[in-house]
């Protein structure tokens, strides 16, 4: 768990999703057309991909893939990251977070 929470700090946006995911895809590049740079992580590429995603379960990542994390902290999943776009709100957390600068 302590590898997802230091990994999950690493850069002001950073999304932990599998390379084989659609969804996952949409979410990384939204951000990419935000103007943002996030750090990816593709579990399947590691080899503690699974203990990965079973500690972002027990960090409340519910479905675990994508989980997106913005200035460190968990904000959700593919269902709350389109959410956010759609009210406005995700562009402003990338700014606050100075994941984006304008």
Known sequence: M???R???SEKAAVIFTKS???ICHSVKTLFYELGASPAIHELDRYANGRDM???LRNLGCNPALPA???GGKYVGSSKDI???HVDGSLKQMLKDAKAIWF
Do not use: K
């Open 2 to 4: 302590e590898t997802v």
């Open 6 to 8: 230091q990994l999950a």
């Open 20 to 22: 084989s995911c659609c």
């Open 53 to 55: 995603e079973w500690a």
């Open 68 to 70: 997106v994390f913005i």
């Open 82 to 84: 389109i959410s956010y």
